[in-house]
């Protein structure tokens, strides 16, 4: 241990730091439940309604199964089911681009930059920016577990390409009234359209599964080892 | 047969059922750090106590999605650290960290003689002055490290840092208070 260190350790134990006051009085006036909890189990309760309408609807109708196995298309990203797995799978999560700060990514973007509105999810710890169709901005937090959030505009359809084998479930979802796909298995393949217009290959193994869906002119990519439930959930804390 | 207590994580789950009592018992052994660490952040008594307060209350509210089994300390002090900065934006009233006085600190030997007394408290006021002095980034590393003893990793967290910007933070700062003293 340097001086500095013993000198700045010494230092700790004689600071006079205020007494520390009583800081659960503002608890103690809390309903006796925590409300999130409440919250939580109230939305996981519809959105397990909701898609067991979707998932009923989509046996009972030829037509959406026909249609569950072509092609889905949600704001710029498509989703293309094979009927055999797609190539080559890596083990691990790849964000798109080259990692900045989060300022240069947000004033590289033609659009506000979304983020979890939680008490207690800090900035993401990197932020990566690929220039294809205008910008893709990924955000990436990883504790206590490795979530990424992709955004990019409306505007560029199939600028990412999803192609899913049949060992990926693709189902509808709703987020906050708007549509977007819930894409969960073991192969599935990544593309991004470069800003030359050929296809750069990003194979992806997911973990958990993916949430796609759009809000207000963007189209929002959450992945990570994430129940549907969790990315649901956090997909509607997303502003 | 002597009973132990209750292991943290059976204390979380009560607390997560709404067992006020079972809260209240999850952050005792930590209000004390939480309202220091957000006085580190606010720099002001009043804004810190508020933030603390209102950062328990957000605990609370929030308990449904802390992990079982994760620990429970780093959890909370970020809480409290993002209500601190939040308060500090809306704050600009500052105030200075103190020592306290000379006959309150506990001796470790021989008492020193009077001169020697009054050139060590000048010099570690010194450095208290020069930790002061650092930028918010610098300084508030050297707080969590030193002054409120967090780990490394716990200081990433509160502060919202990789845990290779902690070290590189606090590397600069310590050569800046070198420098200084």
Redesign the interface.
Known sequence: M?D??R????????????P??D??????L?P??????LR?RTIALALAALAVAVATGLALSPGARSAFRQLFRIGSVQVVRLDEAPAAVAAQLVPFGRPVSFELAARSVPFRLRLPE???A??P?RVYLDRAGGGIVSLVW???RRVVLTELQNATPGVIQKTVGPATLVEPVQVRGESGLWVVGSDHVVRVVTVTGSWTERPVLVEGGVLIWTSQGVTLRLEGNLSKDEALAIAKRIR | MASRPPAEQDVVARAQHGDGDAFAQLVAPHEQIAFRTALMITRNTADAEDAAQDAMVKAFRALGRFRVGSPFRPWLLTIVANEARNRRRSSSRRESLALRAAAEVPSGGAAPSPEGALVASEERAALLRAVEALPDEHRLVVACRFFLDLSEEETASVLGLRRGTVKSRLSRALDRLREAT
Do not use: N, Q, W, Y
């Open positions: 340097t500095i260190h000198s700045l350790r010494a230092l700790a134990g004689e600071i006079d730091f205020p520390t006051p800081l659960l009085s503002r608890v103690a809390e006796h439940r925590p409300r999130h909890r939580r939680t008490d207690v800090p900035r710890a990883c504790c206590p």
